[in-house]
């Protein structure tokens, strides 16, 4: 059954055409998806920040087909596969898709790929990763995203231990995205592997465990969440001073 987003005005606004278009005239109609929290916040009603998108392109391809386009392009994490392109004085994040080669905890490295379920693959939570393409129809590799969103299931892409091991603050973010979008208890199986894991907090900065709790107080569950996480030990553990 083909699910495709509607009454969405940033899908057809003038400034996300012109992104979409300039990326199919260098890599062809299916070369670049929207994708992440723009597509999950679109399935659930929520309002959305920012538009991401992820193209098989590589970022000096982006680069390219963005000057044809006549848009402003800036290189924002070119080695990560990231350029921002400027559109009628809007971001729109463009990502090359990536797999991980190595991971240490806080920071991976990467390598391109035009495979979307690798893409997928190294996602944080299923519901994060639906993409749609430039007509709204949503393609959700782990085939279960779209319902993760409705019922407001907060489950790790694949193993919860390995997601976490790559990057740690994955078990902040399993708390903030639960406390704006989960339902009831949280996802058994990811929150025993955030408890078993969560000395792994140890090796991020104090900044980048701030800001994400910071994300999470901001939530209408914040409180539940707070609790959640204090109950398995992750708040009693001290981050890297910043």
């Known amino acids: 059954m083909n699910r495709v987003l509607e009454g969405q005005d940033w899908l057809t606004a003038s400034a996300t055409r012109a992104v979409m278009a300039a990326l199919a005239e260098a890599g062809g ?5 929207f994708v992440g929290g723009c597509v999950r916040n679109a399935v659930l009603g929520a309002p959305i920040d920012d538009v991401d998108i992820a193209t098989v392109l590589t970022p000096e391809a982006v680069v390219r087909a963005l000057k044809a386009a006549g848009l402003k392009s800036v290189p924002t994490g070119m080695e990560h596969g990231t350029v921002t392109a400027i559109s009628e004085r809007q971001p729109f994040e463009i990502t090359t898709l990536r797999r991980d080669v190595s991971t240490d905890g806080r920071r991976a490295t990467v390598a391109f790929t035009d495979d979307w379920a ?3 693959a190294r996602r944080d939570f ?3 990763a639906l993409y749609a393409d430039a007509e709204g129809l949503i393609l959700d590799p782990t085939g279960a995203g779209y319902e993760d969103a409705l019922a407001g299931r907060i489950v790790f892409v694949g193993e919860p231990e390995q997601r976490i091991r790559e990057d740690y603050l994955r078990i902040l973010r399993f708390f903030r995205i639960h406390a704006w979008y989960g339902k009831g208890e949280p996802d058994a ?3 025993k592997a955030c408890a078993d894991l969560r000395d792994g907090l140890k090796q991020l900065s104090g900044e980048r465990v701030r800001d994400e709790l910071l994300k999470t107080a901001a939530a209408d ?20 001073p910043i």
Do not use: H, K, P, Y
């Open 29 to 33: 109609a299916d070369c670049a998806r």
């Open 118 to 120: 690798e893409d997928a």
């Open 126 to 128: 299923r519901l994060n």
């Open 189 to 191: 199986a990811g929150l």
């Open 221 to 240: 569950n914040a409180a539940a969440a707070f609790r959640q996480m204090a109950a398995i030990g992750v708040l009693s553990v001290e981050s890297t």
